[in-house]
């Protein structure tokens, strides 16, 4: 932001102190609804203010997921951290720092949200690019922000008292700026008028899920000794399966259907994850029906892997007119669930203490996928 406008946002976060949260939120709209925020997330708000949207996404995500509010005002933050502490959210943090240059590491959080501040930087591409880069394989954006008509000639801009209106994008500005750092799936709609030539309008966007430098590629028998490994790493990381040790490849592959297994090769051919499908019934009326696994090495997680296989996955099984996916997954592996939800699956149920595993009862979390294709 420029020093003018950081002037003004920081008069209006002393001044806002002492007033209840409600009344302290500055925005244009509604961006956690936008983001459609699901448990065991990490969300990220740029320009977090007061603190609303923090606490609401804190609140939606729940006590496995975390929500980070950025801002560049020192007083607004205190203001943001008191209201967290007067309500209790335990898992939102406050973080000091432009939104130019995010101070999170790359790939760390799985939804972006913004309340009617990208139109006050200076340095848009600035913001979209570290968007980009913070975004995990797959996430995405949920943006309240101010859009400009295309009508708008310089002289208004000049002429504007509205401090936004200066330095907002228009749709197809917009829509650039996110394919320019790699973003798809953009969605602009407007949502009503601010000014003359101002609109709000919320923005949706994903990160590709594919992950640079890794290819996805039908696995085959020369794949077997390092998918056994990574499935047998998987068991002994006590979350992936009810069972204790990989079998036999000749055991694994009868057991597997061949046109429905896939690994992640990184440039030199070495296997990084995989994923293979199982059919849930040998009678005729389930033969659309598949239960799968995804393994990643424990060495390369969180870098889209999962979602990359997943994605070949539901493509394929789409292809040869699968209607469902599912498979049960141990509560305690929130990394997989959140990784499934983003592919599209839903929690069907819990099945409690449906088995022991090392002595100890555990349940299973039931999910699926039902095509819109098939």
């Known amino acids: 932001m420029t020093e003018p406008v950081r002037a003004r946002y920081t008069a209006k976060a002393v001044g806002l102190a002492d007033k209840p949260l409600a009344q302290s939120s500055l925005g244009c709209g509604d961006p956690v609804a936008v983001a459609e925020l699901h448990a065991g997330e990490t969300v990220l708000d740029l320009g977090s203010g007061a603190g609303l949207d923090v606490l609401v996404s804190a609140r939606r995500?729940?006590?496995?997921?975390?929500?980070?509010?950025?801002?560049?005002t020192p007083e607004m933050l205190a203001v943001a951290r008191r209201h967290a502490a007067e309500q209790g959210v335990a898992n939102a943090e406050f973080l000091l720092g432009r939104i130019e240059d995010v101070p999170?590491?790359?790939?760390?959080?799985?939804?972006?949200?913004?309340?009617?501040?990208i139109t006050l930087?200076?340095?848009?591409?600035?913001?979209?690019a570290e968007i980009a880069r913070v975004l995990r394989p797959g996430g995405r954006i949920g943006i309240a922000d101010v859009l400009a008509d295309f009508s708008l000639t310089d002289a208004e801009r000049a002429a504007a008292e509205v401090e936004c209106l200066d330095g907002s994008l228009t749709t197809d500005e917009y829509v650039a700026a996110l394919a320019g750092v790699g973003l798809t799936d953009i969605q602009i709609r407007r949502t009503h008028d601010v000014a003359d030539k101002l609109h709000a309008a919320v923005v949706r966007a994903t990160k590709p899920i594919r992950p640079r430098g890794v290819a996805i590629a039908v696995?085959?028998?020369?794949?077997?000794?390092q998918v056994l490994a990574i499935y047998q790493a998987g068991l002994d990381g006590g979350n992936a399966s009810f069972e204790?040790?990989?079998?036999?490849?000749?055991?694994?592959?009868?057991?597997?259907?061949?046109?429905?297994?896939?690994?992640?090769?990184?440039?030199?051919?070495?296997?990084?994850?995989?994923?293979a499908a199982s059919p849930v019934s040998g009678r005729c009326v389930y033969a659309g029906v598949l239960e799968h696994s995804v393994y990643v090495h424990p060495d390369h997680?969180?870098?889209g892997i999962g979602a990359g296989l997943l994605d070949a996955y539901v493509s394929a099984s789409e292809a040869a007119g699968v209607w469902t996916l599912q498979?049960?997954?141990?509560?305690?592996?929130?990394?997989?669930?959140?990784?499934?939800r983003r592919a599209?699956?839903?929690?069907?149920?819990?099945?409690?203490?449906?088995?022991?595993?090392?002595?100890?009862?555990?349940?299973?979390?039931?999910?699926?996928?039902?095509?819109?294709r098939v």
């Open 61 to 72: 995500v729940g006590p496995t997921g975390r929500a980070i509010g950025l801002d560049m």
């Open 104 to 117: 999170l590491s790359d790939e760390s959080v799985d939804v972006v949200i913004s309340n009617c501040v």
């Open 121 to 128: 930087s200076a340095d848009k591409s600035g913001v979209f």
């Open 219 to 225: 696995m085959t028998a020369e794949h077997a000794a």
């Open 244 to 275: 204790t040790a990989a079998p036999s490849w000749g055991h694994w592959d009868a057991s597997h259907l061949p046109r429905h297994r896939f690994v992640a090769l990184d440039s030199d051919g070495t296997v990084l994850g995989w994923i």
């Open 301 to 303: 997680q969180a870098r």
């Open 327 to 340: 498979s049960g997954i141990f509560p305690e592996n929130t990394a997989s669930l959140a990784l499934h």
């Open 344 to 372: 599209g699956f839903r929690v069907v149920g819990t099945r409690a203490r449906i088995g022991q595993h090392h002595g100890t009862w555990r349940d299973v979390v039931l999910i699926e996928r039902r095509s819109s």
